[in-house]
Each structure stands twice: as structure tokens, then as C-alpha cells.
């Protein structure tokens, strides 16, 4: 399902300054994500400048958005504050130019920032995306310390390996040589 409340029709645009505001809630970021984001409220505020058939578009975002924990796979809630600047102009058909600028095709005329607004929340978030220590679940993360350590070990992987004197598995060996080389 797509909405027309992201559209601008730059067409009809008097010259000058113009604002808008969204509050993106959950059922957007359900629509768009494919189940990376499971919810969030962000408001966006949108500053744009027509001059002649140059438009400057200033972004500001500010809210939250609910993922899964990389640690725990459980909720949790993910601060966004971003900001970003873009350049629009017509051109005969639409295309992305540069990241900061945008191409709309003259004859439409019309920008939609349903798609440009979830991105840029996508990539203000951190790469690491985490409980605050001793926030997660906790059954989780005890059967991820049992796991995590090489002193549990299945029978059916066989023995332990072997370790040289710098702690390394002897099968690798014959790459640590090729490195010396």
C-alpha cells in the first residue's frame, strides 16, 4: 500500500520557503521494512526552498524505531536523530544523480519521500544495534556464554585442537609459514 502524504508536488510550488512535518509510527515502518523494523515513532521535519526549478530540502529526524537486538534477537528501542541536506531539480526523467541530489522528471513533477524518508533512518542507525549491558534476556544470553567459550565442546566435533606455543591451532599451521614468507 502506497500513500500520497510523503508526495510534494514540486510543480505547484510557489517560490520560497515551505515546511512540513510527519510523525512516521508503526504501520510505516511495517509497510516499508520487511520485518528489519518493527515499529518507532520519528518525527521528520522537512524545510524546503524553491528557487526557480532548484529546490533545497533540509531533513531533521528525531525519534526512536523498535529492531532486534543483535545480541539477544528480543526489541529493543533505538534512538534516531539525524539530519540531512538534499538538492532537487527537474530533469527529463527521474534518477538519483549524486547521494545529495535528486532528478524528478519534469513532467510529473512530483517528489515522494516515502522511500527517501525510511532510508535515511535506516542509515543514521548505528551498525551495532544492542540492550544497554545486563539489558538483555537473560536466558539468551546465558546459552550464548555457554557457546561462546572453547571449554564447551560437542563429542561429535572430535578432540580439542592442538595449540603451538603463540596459541594457535597447529592445522594452521602451514598459513602461518606462508605469512613469514
Known sequence: M????YKINLRSL????HEYTWL??????ERLSEGSVH???????????????????DLYYEGYVVVDCDRCLDPVDIDVESERELIVKFGNEALEEKDEI????EQDG?????????????LSLPLQRMHLEGE???????????????????????PAPTLDDEGID???AALKALKRD
Open 2 to 5: 502506497h500513500t500520497d502524504q
Open 14 to 17: 510557489p517560490e520560497g520557503d
Open 24 to 29: 512516521l509510527e508503526d504501520g510505516y515502518f
Open 39 to 57: 515499529g518507532g515513532e520519528v518525527d521528520v521535519d522537512l524545510r524546503l526552498r524553491r528557487t526557480g526549478d532548484v529546490f533545497s530540502l
Open 102 to 105: 535528486l532528478v524528478v522528471s
Open 110 to 122: 512530483v517528489l515522494d519521500l516515502e522511500w527517501i524518508l525510511y532510508e535515511d533512518i535506516i
Open 136 to 158: 538483555c534476556n537473560e536466558e539468551m544470553m546465558s546459552a550464548y556464554a555457554r557457546v561462546s567459550t572453547d571449554e564447551v565442546r560437542d563429542e561429535a566435533e572430535g
Open 170 to 172: 597447529e592445522r594452521w
